[in-house]
T-cell receptor, first 116, second 115 residues
Framework: AQKITQTQPGMFVQEKEAVTLDCTYDTSDQSYGLFWYKQPSSGEMIFLIYQGSYDEQNATEGRYSLNFQKARKSANLVISASQLGDSAMYFCAMREKEDSSYKLIFGSGTRLLVRP | SAVISQKPSRDICQRGTSLTIQCQVDSQVTMMFWYRQQPGQSLTLIATANQGSEATYESGFVIDKFPISRPNLTFSTLTVSNMSPEDSSIYLC????????????FGSGTRLTVV
């Protein structure tokens, strides 16, 4: 079963506007972590932001914020004041425990294009 | 945060041959992870490598095809064996730094094309 769902294959946003990238997740664990990564065309994976399941406040990192709604099992990424350099693939991921190890499971990604 | 050096950055290989990808971390880490990213797709976990024990493979991945070595706490290799064009992908290694606010760090990736 899909554990991380990103329903937006592609998104457009006008430069300087805000955009929300959706992510829903499925887990029966009480303790888990949610991550967002950016992958530009160069292929590197850039860590953006982290939200722990017990964190009461939404995570923020500069222009990135995470809209965490635990009851809905959603962890949407909000990018404020979009810049041309924000054009990239964005992946939502969840850290889950299996047996004695933790691993990171990724959603299918959203391709964001920022228009000038 | 940890820094990972991944080599090679890209390669073009003949079908039927093997390629070994190396990841060197600048600090000691317990767990290392290997991912495959097929063209236009997301990252799929191949296996988890823990130093001193056999790697744990995800469903759909087998040791004969993707043997992994983890000789110490800073180094790991992934071999893609008996390659076919379907193995053309980006392969990435990753480490868990233990502090979640740093995220999982990734190597720069190996772009493999099998012809």
């Amino acid at each position: 079963a899909q554990k991380i769902t990103q329903t937006q294959p592609g998104m457009f946003v006008q430069e300087k506007e805000a955009v929300t990238l959706d992510c829903t997740y499925d887990t029966s664990d009480q303790s888990y972590g949610l991550f967002w990564y950016k992958q530009p065309s160069s292929g590197e994976m850039i860590f953006l932001i982290y939200q722990g399941s017990y964190d009461e406040q939404n995570a923020t990192e500069g222009r990135y914020s995470l809209n965490f709604q635990k009851a809905r099992k959603s962890a949407n990424l909000v990018i404020s004041a979009s810049q041309l350099g924000d054009s990239a693939m964005y992946f939502c991921a969840m850290r889950e425990k299996e047996d004695s190890s933790y691993k990171l499971i990724f959603g299918s990604g959203t391709r964001l294009l920022v228009r000038p | 945060s940890a820094v990972i050096s991944q080599k090679p950055s890209r390669d073009i290989c003949q079908r039927g041959t093997s390629l070994t990808i190396q990841c060197q971390v600048d600090s000691q880490v317990t767990m290392m992870f290997w991912y495959r990213q097929q063209p236009g797709q997301s990252l799929t976990l191949i296996a988890t490598a823990n130093q001193g024990s056999e790697a744990t493979y995800e469903s759909g991945f087998v040791i004969d095809k993707f043997p992994i070595s983890r000789p110490n706490l800073t180094f790991s290799t992934l071999t893609v064996s008996n390659m076919s064009p379907e193995d053309s992908s980006i392969y990435l290694c990753s480490v868990d730094q233990g502090a979640f606010n740093y995220g999982y760090t990734f190597g720069s990736g190996t772009r493999l094309t099998v012809v």
